[in-house]
């Protein structure tokens, strides 16, 4: 157990609709990470927030936003949803903002129907 | 059993054997690489890491190899177990830089 919490485990939803998906890093840890892993592209980074602030964004969609509350808990949205948007999404943790050892959680499994 | 480069990504080997995983990272400027094991469900999982002013280190039954010349790094496992059975992924990123870059990973599976 690395100590990040996801939820929730699936989600299974419609084109065009709207999910979110939470984050709880450990305890202690300021930086939450989003990564999307879909079977043709990999495991991809999408964006990573650092106490409270966006720090950096990598491929991810302007369909989809994320944001870290102050307790440090994050969530990602994604709207408008597409068959491609089916993925593994994943929330990591540091404690702190780059190259640190990064702890995953469990994911969430999103299927667009 | 050896893996070569992300062109196998499967990798079936004997358990008590020795496992070799490689990895060619795609940045010259990377400069921190981590091994990651992905189990079935699960999130990945951290390995191994290794800085570029390091070209071995070794860890509990694992070992990284970074060559920097060719830009490759491996993992090796040592008498491999069947719950060394995963996905493994090498990721590189720089000093300064937040987010790792993950290879397309190579799936072993330990034969009993």
Redesign the interface.
């Known amino acids: 157990d690395?100590g990040?919490t996801q939820t929730p485990k699936h989600l299974i939803t419609a084109t065009g609709q709207r999910v979110t998906l939470r984050c709880s890093p450990r305890s202690g840890d300021l930086?939450v990470?989003w990564y999307q892993q879909s079977l043709d592209q990999?495991?991809?980074?999408l964006i990573?927030y650092?106490n409270g602030e966006e720090?950096?964004k990598?491929n991810i969609l302007e369909r989809f936003s994320a944001q870290q509350f102050p307790d440090l808990h994050s969530e990602l949205n994604l709207s408008s949803l597409e068959l491609g948007d089916s993925a593994l999404y994943?929330c990591?943790s540091s404690v702190e903002?780059?190259?640190n050892?990064?702890?995953?959680?469990?994911?969430t499994r999103l299927t667009v129907l | 059993g050896e893996s070569v480069g992300l062109h196998l990504p499967t990798l079936s080997v004997q358990e008590g054997d020795n496992s070799i995983i490689n990895c060619a990272y795609s940045n010259s400027a990377s400069d921190y690489f981590i091994w990651y094991k992905q189990e079935s469900g699960k999130g990945p999982q951290f390995i191994i890491d290794i800085r570029s002013n390091m070209d071995k280190r070794q860890g509990q039954r694992v070992t990284v190899l970074l060559n920097k010349t060719v830009k490759h790094l491996s993992l090796q496992i040592a008498a491999t177990q069947p719950g060394d059975s995963a996905v493994y992924f090498c990721a590189e990123t720089l000093t300064n830089d937040y987010k790792l870059s993950f290879g397309a990973g190579t799936t072993v599976t330990v034969r009993a």
Request: no cysteine; glycine share 20%; proline share 4%.
């Open positions: 690395s990040v930086s990470y990999g495991l991809q980074f990573q650092y720090r950096a990598g994943f990591a903002g780059q190259n050892e990064q702890f995953f959680g469990p994911g």
